[in-house]
């Protein structure tokens, strides 16, 4: 079955910047539209970003646009997220997920994807 493993996590101060990798099993990676989300305490789960099968589409929540940066190597069946500038607001709970198979469009509601990973913690103090 489809697993998703996040990395990368972890305590940095305001300024900072993280790299968050999420590896994938139990899938032809480069079939799947994959993206980020996170969840604040308090909050409800917001799109962060998203990448298509082969990288030529991406799209960002319009707060992290210019700070952080989705890629993927499918060789490898890792995505990342690239987070610098990292600001007390981006503190959460990220989360990898994948869309179902053969569908190739950047997508940033969760109800589009099928497959999610089990959250990493993120935090940015000040």
């Known amino acids: 079955q489809v697993q998703l493993v996040e990395s990368g996590g972890g305590l940095v101060q305001a300024g900072g910047s993280l790299r968050l990798s999420c590896a994938a099993s139990?899938?032809?990676?480069?079939?799947?539209?994959m993206g980020w989300f996170r969840q604040a305490p308090g909050k409800e789960r917001e799109f962060v970003a998203a990448?298509?099968?082969?990288?030529?589409?991406?799209n960002y929540l319009d707060s992290v646009k210019g700070r952080f940066t989705i890629s993927r190597h499918n060789a490898k069946n890792t995505m990342y997220l690239q987070m610098n500038s990292l600001q007390p607001e981006d503190t959460a709970v990220y989360y990898c997920?994948?869309?179902?198979?053969?569908?190739?469009?950047?997508?940033?509601?969760?109800?589009?994807?099928?497959?999610w990973g089990q959250g990493i913690q993120v935090t940015v103090s000040s």
């Open positions: 139990g899938l032809t990676f480069s079939r799947h539209g």
């Open positions: 997920a994948a869309q179902p198979r053969s569908i190739d469009v950047v997508h940033t509601t969760s109800s589009h994807y099928d497959y």
């Open positions: 990448i298509s099968w082969f990288g030529s589409s991406t």
